[in-house]
C-alpha cells in the first residue's frame, strides 16, 4: 500500500487534566462527513412513528433467558453480577431522582461551559462535549421521566481500565466494567451537585438507568464517531469507554461534529467484523432509522455474550481502542494499512472454556447455539401457554393454566434488574 496525503489535522485536548494537546493528520481519502451520515427527515419519521425503546423491555425474554445461561455456565461471572448490581444500586435510585433535585443558587446568566468541562475532568471524564437535547433518541418509556426545560446535553466519557480491557472476554475485564460503572456514577454525583451550585438543573441518564442511546449525541457533540462495531470510537481510548449523559438548562457553548475519519477507516479495517465470534456484525453498511451505518444482529450477540464472559471480542480487536487514534491515523497515513491489522497481538483472543483463537480463526458453535428466545417475556409465556393448550399430546387442567397465571404475575411485579452488567435496566 501506498503513501497517503493528508487531509486535515485535528487537535484534541490531552487524556487526562494537565496533559499536552494531542495533534493527529487524516488521510485524504478518509475524510468523508463530519460525524455520522445521517438523514434528519427520515430520523424525526421514526422517532415519531416508531419511537424507540429499550431493549430490557423490548427483549426482556433473551435478557432473562442470559441470567439462567450465566447461572448455569459461569457461576462465577453471575456472582460478580449479582455483586455489582447490590453495588450499584443506591446509586442508581440517586440517579432516577435528578429530575427532582433543584439548584442551590441563583443562576447568574453567564456562560458555564468551561466550567463544567474543567470540573468534569478533574473528576476523571476523559471526554467533554455538549450538544442540543435530542429528543428524538429518548426511549418511548422513558419519556415520562425526563423533565422539561432541560435543552442541553453534557456528554461524559470514562475510560475503563486498559489493561483488564485486552484480557476481554473474562473476569478480570468484567470486573474492569463493573469498577468503571461505580466510579462514573459517584463522578456524576459531585458534578451534579457542581452544575446546581452553578444555579442549574441536572438530570442523569447512566449508567444502568438510561434515558436512551447515547452515542448519537456524542457524535454531534464531536467526541468520536460511530464504528462498525456499533460503538463510539473516541480518540484516547476508542471504544473502551463508558458513556454518560447529564440534561441540564445551564448555559453552554455547544462543541460541533468531527469527522476523525473513522467512518471511511471502519471500511478499510473491518477487523471486528472479521473477528466477531457470533458474526454479529456486518460489514456492509445499510440506512437504519435515518442514520448510515452497520446493523448488529443481536440474536447473533447475546448468547455469545452470555455463555462466554460479556464477549466484547468487538471492543478487543479495534484497533482505535488497542493503540489511539493518533498511532492509528499516523500508520494509515505512512502506510496505507490498519495498524496491527492480521497480526495476533490485535486479533487474538480466547473464548473462557472454548479455547484461543489465533488471527484467522473462528469458534464454531453446535446447532441450536443461537437459540433463544426474543421479544418481550410476558409475551413468551402466552406463546409457552398456547403451545401446551395446544399440544395434541398434553392433558390439559387447572395446573397448566394456574403456572401461566403465575409466572405472569411474577413478570409483572418483578423488580426491575440490571441486564448484562449494567448495560441497561428493565423498566
Aim: net charge positive; hydrophobic share 35%.
Amino acid at each position: 500500500m501506498a503513501k497517503r496525503t493528508v487531509g486535515t489535522y485535528i487537535t484534541r485536548p490531552g487524556r487526562c487534566p494537565g496533559d499536552k494537546e494531542t495533534t493527529f493528520p487524516v488521510a485524504k481519502d478518509l475524510l468523508k462527513v463530519p460525524g455520522t451520515p445521517r438523514k434528519e427527515d427520515e430520523i424525526t419519521f421514526h422517532s415519531r412513528e416508531y419511537p424507540l425503546e429499550s431493549f430490557a423491555i423490548e427483549e426482556s425474554a433473551s435478557a432473562h433467558w442470559a441470567g439462567r445461561e450465566r447461572d448455569r455456565l459461569s457461576p462465577q461471572i453471575s456472582d460478580l453480577y449479582n455483586k455489582f448490581a447490590t453495588e450499584i444500586s443506591p446509586v442508581v435510585d440517586w440517579i432516577r431522582s435528578t429530575g427532582d433535585l433543584l439548584p442551590t443558587a441563583i443562576a447568574s446568566g453567564s456562560d458555564v461551559t468551561d466550567q463544567i468541562k474543567l470540573k468534569a475532568r478533574s473528576l476523571g471524564y476523559g471526554e467533554v462535549g455538549f450538544t442540543r437535547l435530542d429528543r428524538r433518541y429518548i426511549y418511548e418509556s422513558k419519556k415520562r421521566f425526563l423533565k422539561r426545560n432541560l435543552t442541553s446535553t453534557i456528554c461524559l466519557a470514562y475510560e475503563q481500565d486498559y489493561v483488564a480491557s485486552q484480557k476481554i472476554p473474562g473476569i478480570e475485564a468484567e470486573v474492569a466494567q463493573g469498577e468503571t460503572y461505580v466510579d462514573q456514577a459517584r463522578s456524576s454525583m459531585e458534578l451534579v451537585d457542581f452544575i446546581r451550585s452553578l444555579g442549574y438543573r441536572a438530570q442523569v441518564s447512566g449508567p444502568v438507568w438510561h434515558f436512551g442511546p447515547m452515542i448519537p449525541q456524542f457524535v454531534e457533540a464531536g467526541l468520536g464517531q460511530l464504528g462498525v462495531n456499533g460503538q463510539l470510537l473516541s480518540p484516547h481510548f476508542g471504544s473502551r469507554a463508558r458513556l454518560q449523559v447529564i440534561f441540564t438548562d445551564a448555559k453552554l457553548t455547544y462543541t460541533k461534529p468531527v469527522d476523525f475519519g473513522i467512518t471511511k477507516f471502519c471500511e478499510t479495517c473491518q477487523v471486528c467484523f472479521i473477528r466477531c465470534p457470533g458474526k454479529a456484525i456486518q460489514g456492509q453498511k445499510i440506512w437504519f432509522r435515518g442514520v448510515h451505518k452497520s446493523k448488529l444482529i443481536y440474536k447473533r450477540c447475546r448468547p455469545v455474550m452470555a455463555r462466554f464472559a460479556g464477549c466484547g471480542v468487538c471492543i478487543k480487536v479495534c484497533p482505535i481502542q488497542k493503540y489511539g487514534m493518533k498511532p492509528v491515523m499516523e500508520h494509515y497515513v505512512k502506510t496505507g494499512t490498519v495498524l496491527g491489522k492480521g497480526t495476533e497481538n490485535l486479533e487474538a483472543y480466547e473464548l473462557p472454556g472454548k479455547g484461543y483463537f489465533s488471527a484467522g480463526k473462528l469458534p464454531k458453535f453446535e446447532s441450536g447455539f443461537f437459540d433463544m428466545p426474543t421479544g418481550k417475556l410476558e409475551d413468551n409465556l402466552l406463546m409457552e401457554f398456547k403451545r401446551k393448550v395446544n399440544s395434541e399430546h398434553s392433558n390439559i387442567d387447572d395446573t397448566v393454566w394456574l403456572e401461566f397465571t403465575n409466572d405472569l404475575k411474577k413478570t409483572i411485579n418483578k423488580k426491575p434488574n440490571i441486564i448484562d452488567m449494567g448495560m441497561d435496566m428493565e423498566e
